[in-house]
């Protein structure tokens, strides 16, 4: 299928709150409206994931973070050094618009940008953040290409996005950078050292 088809069929799926399996730079992802908590639930279900467990989302540009959480000078720093890319940052939350139940009920959301060109263009014609968690049963190894992905969740999405093999071929580093100094919440593509140094400079 044509990218622009797809891309059109993609918004489509998730204008109705449907769920779309999506490429990344790291794994493949279930796509959800971040805003709707419907679409939401959907994805918690596909993932038979504990609903006490939160979510990451993922929005196209900076500017779109700006919107959900509180950025600070520490997101800024590792954005400008890493993103789009393989790390998650974790913010308190701005406003009501993303479902709580992405992140609980919580006052912090995990958010990130993926270094993937069509997912870029997708949330950006979207305008709003998607959910960003791995298409795989929750405890199951999170799949690099489509053939990885279990039957049941393909059967129970709307649209599988298929761009090959992911590049990364690992999750997202997780840090939450919402106060100092940082905490690592889980350690992907990106080593935590790495980032404590970066941070060490601002």
Known sequence: MEDEILLNKAIRVLKSGGVIIYPTETVYGLGADATNRNAVNKVFEIKKKDKFKPMLIAVSSIEMAKRYVWWNKY???LAKKYLPGPLSLILSVK????????YQGGIKVGIRIPNNEFVLKLISSFNR????????????KPPIKVEEIDEEVKRKVDLVIDKGETEVKKPSTVVDV?????????????KFEEIKEVLSLV
Not at 95 to 102: H, K, L, Q, S, W
Not at 129 to 140: D, K, L, M
Not at 178 to 190: D, F, N, Q, T
Request: aromatic share 2%; proline share 8%; no cysteine.
């Open 178 to 190: 919402s106060s100092y100094p940082p905490r690592l919440i889980r350690e992907g593509a990106i």
């Open 95 to 102: 406003g009501e618009a993303i479902d709580e139940n992405v």
């Open 129 to 140: 953040p998607i959910t960003s968690t791995s298409a795989n049963v929750s405890g199951e």
């Open 75 to 77: 997101a800024d720093v």
